[in-house]
Every structure is written in structure tokens, then in C-alpha cells.
């Protein structure tokens, strides 16, 4: 990456991404173009296909999809290639050419597979059929494919010379390897680990909406006519390979809703799923632009001889891909986009010198990750990633690169000892008494598994993230409100970015950070142990900085309404001097209300509403009160 031109490493990959990107499209143009003979239906499969909102922004981002993409394109390139050869060698040479680039493909991303399944047997079938199809042939074929595959030689190489500051898995042995290859430990074939979603029906009507509002409803009727008319007798058509993509298409969409274990529902699912969804769209765009010229080709049939249809065949091309391009500008303009950025180097400048941060989850453990190891910010804090301790490879191949930290075992677990391959294990609270000159973080959240650190430790609100604390150590309120009071510089309007993004994520977290010590302190006094004054003072502090955030931001997240009202009504109970009932009563109301109208999905809402309905009376006898008080005394 650094032989690529100027800016950081991540804006290099990008741009790699965006050049697959446009070689990808190419090729998609290429494939029609020789099933077809149309430029124009070419035009159409390259330009609806890259400005879909998914290709759009995959290919501008540092994601394995962009080349994944390409391998597609070349693939089915590829395959019309054989179709269109005239001799035996020439088809021998495409299909060695061929099994290379599946090799090479898997490579990358393993859905890609599914692809190679309907290809490899259709190119077998017509080699036999055309007994061009020996021992020989099928031997060389497998070497070719098996050629594909030595980049994978990379991962046991820097296994073993164990330089790299991180890394996935332990490749040195043959089952390590394996693991790593067949993603064991995300589950082979699945999205992720321990997660149940939605149904297969459910994930291909998701799909087939997502294909509807990603290319247009006119490019999947073209895309349907291109399947149709191969039971036409249309000129330069081939009617195979259609059937081949078409096939392609179904047995991936169908293997994919099956396996694809996130809830779609969700918008962050979604947002990780529908990225899977482009290889489908690849097809169905190749298909869109054959349809294109199978319907031009017809009409060709009944007005012979007609100056129109041309014009009209490269005007319904133009018009598509211009409106695929005004639809998704906006949204796939990133110039300006530096928010996961942002969010990253607040949260390492937020932190003390020499801090280990235990990591959890990809937004923060990828963020922090780049700008720490990549870019060089703030090499005096630790990063330590929580799900990755619990790896039997993790600590052994990277613990060395994590200097001043002390691990008391091998592995991270809930329950201490030696397990029966004599591996030492060791729980949170170990860690934590091992590493006691340590100021430690947890960003964000901490394992759940393992709740052993509470026995000596706290935790204290740090912003987006946590400080471990041990449970002698006095809470000041007033020191911490001032050390978390201004941690972050963030700018970003509440609910700017779409809800499936990466980028609303971290938006969403740096706005609830605001809220953070306000909850944490209302938290400390509603605990039954602390003494009424300190209670007192602490509802106090409390109050007084949900009233400054929810009156400084206008437009926040939803909760902060629920929040705010408690924390008036506790005020209000407390009959503090100089707190005027009525103001707590009104904010108490209001807040409240302006929370059910939001947060409709909230299972205590009807409760909520009946004790609005409770605080109403209560403020109108209060101001009935006061009002009979006034008349009185004038």
C-alpha cells in the first residue's frame, strides 16, 4: 500500500478499491457485450450495477468486496469466453485460465463458491460432451485451481515469523490453518457466532426488496425478459449461458438466505447482510443488460428496418444509469465523511498516558486498531482485544507485542485452573490484580461471561468507554464530573446518518457518552446504602447535568427524555429548597410524554402514560393551590 499515492494507508486502500471497482464494471460490460452485441445493454449492466448504492459505497471503502466484485466479472467473462471458443485449445486454455482465477478468487471471500459450483460442472459437462475432457485435462485443471490458492502460503509463512502487531489465528499448524480457512470460529458459512436470524423466506424478501429499491424495478423486468427470451429464437443470443447465470443467481440467493444467520430486522444486521446481497446484484445486472438487447432484438423483428429502436435501446440505457447516479450521489458523496475517524482519535485522546484498553466489538477494536498500529497515535497505550483472549492462539502469538501488560496464563476465562491440554487459564479479576500499575479501560462494554472483576473493582464512566476501579477507591462526583465533562470534541447532529451505517454507530455512542456520568451518579443514589445527605446530593448533580444536556441539544436521543423526567421527579420528592415543584412537575410531564411519543416500542410505555396521567393531577392541584394561595392573599 505504500507504493500507492499520497494520504494515509486507509485512503490508499480505498482508492485500490475503487480501481477494482472499475475493472469490475468493465467486465461486466465486456460480458454482455459478447453475449449480446449491444453496447448499450453492456452500458446498462456496468453503469446500474456501479451506481448502486451497495457497489457505490463497497467500492470506495477498504472492504473485500470491491475485489470480489471483479472476480465475479472476470468469472463470467470467462465463461462466455469458453462458450465463444471455436477450437479445442483455445477451450483448454480458458478453462486452466479459468480454474486459476477460481482459485484466486476463494482468495478473498468464500461466498464466491457458490458461483464456482455452477460454473466448474457447466464447463466439465461441455468439455465431455465434447470429449475434450481426459485424466490429463482434469489433472491439469486441478493444478491450475490449486495454483490460485498458494497466496494462502502468505498465512503459515507470517504465522511463523510472528512479526505482524495483530492477527487472526495461530496457521503454523495444519488444524490452525483449517480453522482460519473455514472461519471455525465465526461458524463455517455464517455471518456470525451465536446469533439466530431471520427466516430463509424472510431473507429473500428482504433480498428481493433490496434488489427492487438497489437497480430499479425496470432493470429486474429486463432482467426477467433476459431469462424469458431463451425460449425465443433471438440472433447472437446464447441461450446456455443465460441459463448458467440465472442458475448462478437462484443457488446463491438460495444458500445465502439459508445460511445468513443475522436478524434483518435490525438496521445494523441489515447493513452487514445487503453488503452480501452484490454478488447476487452482479448477476441480475448482466441479466438486465442482455434483456435490454432481447427486448430491442424483438422489436427488431416486428419494425424491420426501424431508425427508432436504436436511439430508444441507448436512450432507456442512459436513462437508467443516470438515474441510479441522481438517486445514490448523495448518499455515496464520502469527501467529507471522516466520523469513524473522529470517533476514534477522541477516544484515544481521551485517555491517560500508558492506559491498556480492553477492546470489544469492531467498531471501536478496528478504529483504535488502525489509527494505533497503522497510523502511530498514541504508542503509549495498550490495546487488548477482550473476544480475542479467549482464543487459545491469541495471547501466545501476540502478547509479546503488547509491552508493559502482564498476562497470569495463556488464555482468558471465566473459571481458573488447567485445562486437560495443560493450557493455563486465567479470569478478569486475575488480569486485573496482575496489571494494578496499570490504568485500565474497557471499550465498550465488558464480556459478560466474566463477572470475577467485581469482587474487587468498579466501574466508573469514561465517555463512550469505562474505568476499572478498585471498589476501595473514593468517588469524588464533583472531580469526576469535571475530568468527563469535555472528553470529547464531537460536532455531529444527533440522527445524521442512516441506521444500518457504521457511522451512526459511533454518532450514537458519542451522544449517549454525554449522558454517561449523569446516569452513573443517579445510579450511586439510588443505591439503598448511601446516607440520605449524600443521596440528596447526589440526585442534585444528577439533575443539575441532565437539565444542562437536555437543555443544551435540542434534538437527542430518545432516552435522554425518560432520564431527564426521573430525574425530576426524584428532585421534586426530595423537597429541596430553592427547586420549584411546579418547574419539576412541568419538566417531569413534558419529558415524559415527549418519551412515549418517541419510544413507542418501549414495553412500560402504557405504564409511563398512567403515571403522566397521575403527575397531571398532581400539578393542577399544585397549581390550584397556588393559585387559591394568591387569591387570598390579594
Known amino acids: 500500500m505504500r507504493l500507492l499515492p499520497g494520504g494515509a494507508a486507509a485512503g490508499r486502500v480505498n482508492l485500490l478499491c475503487a ?15 459478447r453475449l449480446s452485441g449491444s453496447y448499450a445493454g ?12 451497495l457497489t457505490w459505497q463497497w467500492s470506495i471503502t477498504a472492504e473485500v468486496f470491491s475485489l470480489n466484485n471483479l472476480f465475479v466479472g472476470l468469472l463470467m467473462a470467462l465463461t462466455v469466453h469458453f462458450e465463444e471458443a471455436s477450437t479445442a485449445k ?5 478453462a486452466r485460465l479459468g480454474a486459476f482465477c477460481c482459485g484466486l478468487s476463494l482468495c478473498n471471500q468464500h461466498t464466491i463458491v457458490l458461483y464456482i459450483a455452477c460454473i466448474v460442472p457447466w464447463v466439465l459437462f461441455l468439455l465431455f460432451r465434447k470429449m475434450e475432457l481426459s485424466l490429463g485435462h482434469l489433472l491439469k485443471l486441478g493444478l491450475c485451481f490449486l495454483a490460485g490458492l498458494l497466496p494462502y502460503l502468505y498465512l503459515p509463512a507470517s504465522s511463523y515469523l510472528n512479526r505482524a502487531r495483530w492477527t487472526w489465528g495461530d496457521q503454523t499448524t495444519f488444524q490452525g490453518f483449517l480453522t482460519h480457512f473455514l472461519r471455525e470460529e465465526y461458524g463455517t458459512f455464517n455471518l456470525a457466532k451465536s446469533e439466530s436470524g431471520s427466516s430463509m423466506r424472510e431473507m429473500l424478501v428482504f433480498q428481493l426488496e433490496q434488489m427492487r429499491s438497489e437497480l430499479s424495478l425496470p432493470v429486474l423486468v429486463l432482467a426477467l425478459i433476459a431469462c424469458f427470451s431463451t425460449a425465443l429464437p433471438i440472433k447472437q443470443q446464447k441461450s446456455p449461458v443465460i441459463c448458467l447465470f440465472a442458475g448462478m443467481l437462484c443457488v446463491y440467493s438460495l444458500f445465502f438466505a439459508w445460511r445468513a444467520n443475522l436478524d ?59 438515474a441510479q447516479v441522481w438517486a445514490n450521489y448523495r448518499d455515496c458523496d464520502q469527501s467529507n465523511n471522516y466520523i469513524v475517524d473522529k470517533f476514534a482519535r477522541n477516544l484515544l485522546s481521551s485517555m491517560p498516558m500508558g492506559a491498556v484498553i480492553l477492546l470489544r466489538g469492531d467498531l471501536p477494536g478496528n478504529a483504535l486498531r488502525y489509527l494505533h498500529y497503522v ?22 502469538k501476540l502478547a509479546k507485542h503488547l509491552p508493559g501488560v502482564h498476562f497470569p496464563g495463556n488464555r482468558w476465562n471465566p473459571v481458573e485452573g488447567i485445562l486437560p491440554d495443560g493450557t493455563l487459564v486465567f479470569n478478569l479479576h486475575h488480569f486485573l490484580k ?19 472483576w467485581r469482587r474487587s473493582y468498579s466501574l466508573w464512566p469514561w465517555g463512550t468507554c469505562e474505568k476499572l476501579v478498585p471498589t476501595d477507591a473514593v468517588f469524588d462526583p464533583g472531580e469526576w464530573i469535571r475530568l468527563t465533562r ?68 435540542p434534538h437527542h ?56 396521567n397521575h403527575l397531571q393531577k398532581e400539578l393542577q392541584g399544585l397549581r390550584g393551590m397556588k393559585a387559591e394561595l394568591k387569591r387570598q392573599a390579594g
Not at 19 to 33: E, R
Not at 500 to 509: F, G, L, P, R, T
Request: glycine residues 6%; contains cysteine.
Open 19 to 33: 480501481v477494482l471497482g472499475a475493472a469490475a464494471a468493465a467486465l461486466l460490460f465486456y460480458t454482455v457485450l
Open 264 to 322: 434483518v430486522t435490525k438496521p445494523l444486521f441489515l447493513g452487514v447482510v445487503e453488503r452480501f446481497w452484490m454478488q447476487s446484484n452482479v448477476a441480475v445486472a448482466v441479466l438486465a443488460g442482455l434483456g435490454l438487447a432481447a427486448l430491442m432484438s424483438l422489436g427488431g423483428a416486428v419494425l424491420q428496418g426501424s431508425r427508432v429502436l436504436p436511439w430508444l435501446e441507448w436512450l432507456s440505457a442512459g436513462a437508467l444509469v443516470a
Open 434 to 452: 496482575a496489571n494494578k500499575h496499570k490504568e485500565v479501560f474497557v471499550c465498550i462494554g465488558l464480556h459478560e461471561g466474566d463477572s470475577t
Open 375 to 396: 497510523e502511530g497515535v498514541r504508542p503509549d497505550i495498550t490495546l487488548v482485544d477482550q473476544e480475542m483472549m479467549t482464543y487459545e492462539w491469541y495471547l501466545p
Open 486 to 553: 469535555n472528553l470529547y470534541n464531537w460536532t455531529e447532529e444527533y440522527g445524521s446518518f442512516k441506521p444500518s451505517s457504521w457511522e451512526a454507530v459511533a454518532n450514537e455512542e458519542m451522544w449517549q457518552a454525554r449522558m454517561k456520568t449523569a446516569f452513573f451518579i443517579f445510579g450511586l443514589a439510588e443505591t439503598a446504602s448511601v446516607p440520605a445527605e449524600m443521596k440528596s446530593q447526589l440526585y442534585t448533580l444528577a439533575y443539575t447535568l441532565y437539565k444542562e444536556i437536555v437543555s443544551s441539544h
Open 557 to 612: 436521543p430518545v432516552n435522554w427524555h425518560k432520564n431527564y423526567a426521573i430525574a425530576c421527579e426524584r428532585m421534586l420528592r426530595l423537597h429541596r429548597v430553592g427547586e420549584d415543584p411546579e418547574v419539576l412537575l412541568s419538566e417531569t410531564v413534558k419529558h415524559f410524554l415527549l418519551y412515549t411519543q418517541k419510544a413507542e416500542d418501549d414495553p412500560q410505555r402504557q405504564d409511563i402514560l398512567q403515571a403522566v
Open 42 to 53: 453492456g452500458i446498462l449492466a456496468a453503469g446500474v450495477f456501479s451506481f448502486s448504492r
Open 90 to 94: 483455445e477451450r483448454s486454455k480458458i
